[in-house]
């Protein structure tokens, strides 16, 4: 497609059940990014794929979060046993080269997860 | 004006009016940024980046300045309009952050009609 694109755009989920939420890079993009973004707050870094490879998931907040990209293109990040304070915005960016190489990234319209 | 809000500073201005939006960066090291622009459930969309080799860059109606000593950008959208409503943030890179990018906490611009 021609943009990022992410689905669900809206899932509702009751706390303890798991969810999977799906990234559509720009075709040919190199670098993937998970951010995840609080109400009335600027995105937060999650993880970072160059092809299928995780290079950095230093900010993922526990071991419930979960992200692949198992053929390089589309990512899938999951969530286990999900709670109250994972609700939020789930971006996903894409660029078209390795990072970090001062180009600028593209975003998708996110997921807004609400857990209940 | 400007006020601090609950969440988001909120900058106020007349349409046709000149808007400047300012952020502080963290990172001395940091050597690239980019301004995004979001709409209500919408994804940050790219307005204009900036090297740390340039202290001033012109887009269409947008500028930015960049002020190293005191590790300051700003945004500055010429003529004003309804559709430049929104929260803006700034975002930095540098190789000390590996590939991430760090996001500041934005400012929501209002348009007044």
């Known amino acids: 497609g021609a943009g990022v694109s992410q689905s669900p755009r809206y899932k509702v989920a009751k706390r303890g059940q798991d969810v999977a939420l799906r990234c559509d890079p720009i075709?040919?993009?190199?670098?993937l990014f998970w951010y995840q973004q609080a109400l009335g707050q600027g995105p937060e870094f999650l993880t970072y794929f160059q092809n299928e490879a995780q290079l950095d998931k230093s900010g993922l907040p526990s071991d419930r979060f979960f992200a692949e990209r198992p053929e390089g293109s589309v990512s899938t990040l999951k969530i286990q046993r999900t709670q109250q304070e994972d609700s939020a915005v789930y971006l996903c960016a894409s660029s078209l080269l390795i990072q970090p190489t001062n180009e600028k990234l593209f975003f998708g319209s996110g997921t807004q997860l609400s857990v209940l | 004006g400007e006020s601090v809000g609950l969440h988001l500073p909120t900058l106020s201005v007349q349409e046709g009016d000149n808007s400047i939006i300012n952020c502080a960066y963290s990172?001395?090291?940091?050597?690239?940024f980019i301004w995004y622009k979001q709409e209500s459930g919408k994804g940050p969309q790219f307005i204009i980046d900036i090297r740390s080799n340039m202290d001033k860059r012109q887009g269409q109606r947008v500028t930015v300045l960049l002020n190293k000593t005191v590790k300051h950008l700003s945004l500055q959208i010429a003529a004003t309009q309804p559709g430049d409503s929104a929260v803006y943030f700034c975002a930095e890179n540098s190789h000390n952050y590996g590939q991430n990018f760090v996001f500041g906490p934005g400012t929501r611009l209002s348009v007044l009609p």
């Open positions: 990172n001395s090291a940091s050597d690239y």
């Open positions: 075709s040919g993009h190199v670098s």
